[in-house]
């Protein structure tokens, strides 16, 4: 047997064997995935926002990845993909559908999902969001007053969309680089951005946009919401809370603890809920005392 041949022999082998440890190294590594992502399922990683429904918060968790629901007890709603690019794998905002579970939009896929119920079971990688990835990185949504319409900031555009709540193509209402939405009533959306202008209010039937809290007050403002005749937005870097008004006047509501790096925020009656990355919590804010609770 000639030694070129015993040489071309053994490097085949060699691959061989290359190939055959990568694929048990990979089968191991999504075994560990699952595993840890069962075990991660216990316990809060990287909670960034919420909704309320009722007694229930459901919150996104960036890291975990997926959306918790909390009530009387903290259990796991929906699961995403540990894999990149695959459903939820990055998830950024919730809301309530109005038939039925949640929408989730998830800057991994560029798409928003709507979860109609509860599973143990991580999201299908097969799963077909609402724009079928027609959207840049969807970082706010909000539904209009008669249920029809999902609207949606797209932080990669820097522009607000809306479409059909049942899923469409995305389409343009105004370029406002929107990180959250609170409707102040059924034609004005209120928009709070990173920009110089920190409050837009979109009139959603004309497209008009107008400036309404400027020259940046807040130093990294990521939530809004409004109630009655007052508002609140979160402010990461300055960990505090602020109110303001349609007259564009705004003041520092609550600075410092327990927030670390509040995000989300969600308003009831009496009630301010704030979602805190950093301190993996949900805190909520008595809107009379300002005393804070645990809620997560």
């Known amino acids: ?13 060699a ?8 694929s048990i190294a990979q089968e191991n590594a999504a075994t560990s995935d699952e595993g840890q992502s069962k075990k991660a399922a216990n316990e809060p990683v990287y909670p960034l926002a919420l909704c309320l429904d009722g007694d229930s918060i459901y919150v996104v968790d960036l890291d975990l990845p997926g959306v918790w629901k909390a009530g009387a007890e903290r259990q796991l709603f929906i699961r995403g993909s540990k894999y990149l690019r695959k459903p939820l794998n ?55 007053a008669d249920k029809k319409t999902l609207y949606v900031g797209d932080a990669e555009k820097r522009a607000t969309f809306k479409l059909p709540i049942d899923g469409g193509s995305p389409e343009l209402v105004a370029r406002v680089n929107a990180r959250g939405f609170a409707w102040a009533d059924d034609n004005t959306l209120l928009a709070v951005t990173p920009d110089a202008n920190a409050v ?15 020259e940046r007050p807040y130093q990294y403002p990521n939530g809004i919401v409004w109630s009655g005749d007052e508002g609140y937005v979160t402010d990461g870097y300055g960990k505090a809370i602020w109110k303001f008004s349609l007259d ?9 603890e327990p927030l670390v790096g509040p995000v989300g925020i969600a308003i009831s009656d009496d009630s301010l809920f704030v979602a805190d990355p950093k301190q993996k919590q949900i805190y909520q804010f008595d809107r009379k005392s300002k005393e804070a609770k645990e809620r997560f």
Do not use: Q
Request: contains cysteine; glycine residues 8%.
């Open 1 to 13: 047997m000639s030694k070129p041949f015993l040489i071309v022999t053994f490097l085949l082998l």
């Open 15 to 22: 691959v061989s064997r290359l190939f055959c440890v990568a």
């Open 90 to 144: 990055r998830p950024r905002c919730v809301i309530m559908h109005p038939a039925g579970g949640i929408l989730v939009a998830d800057s991994a896929t560029r798409d928003i999902y709507h979860i109609a119920e509860s599973s143990d079971e991580p999201i299908a990688n097969d799963t077909v969001g609402l724009t079928e990835g027609h959207i840049g990185i969807p970082m706010a949504m909000a539904i209009s």
């Open 200 to 214: 837009v209010k979109i009139n959603v039937e004309t497209g008009e946009a107008t400036p309404l809290i400027t």
């Open 248 to 256: 564009g006047k705004t003041e520092k509501w609550h600075e410092g």
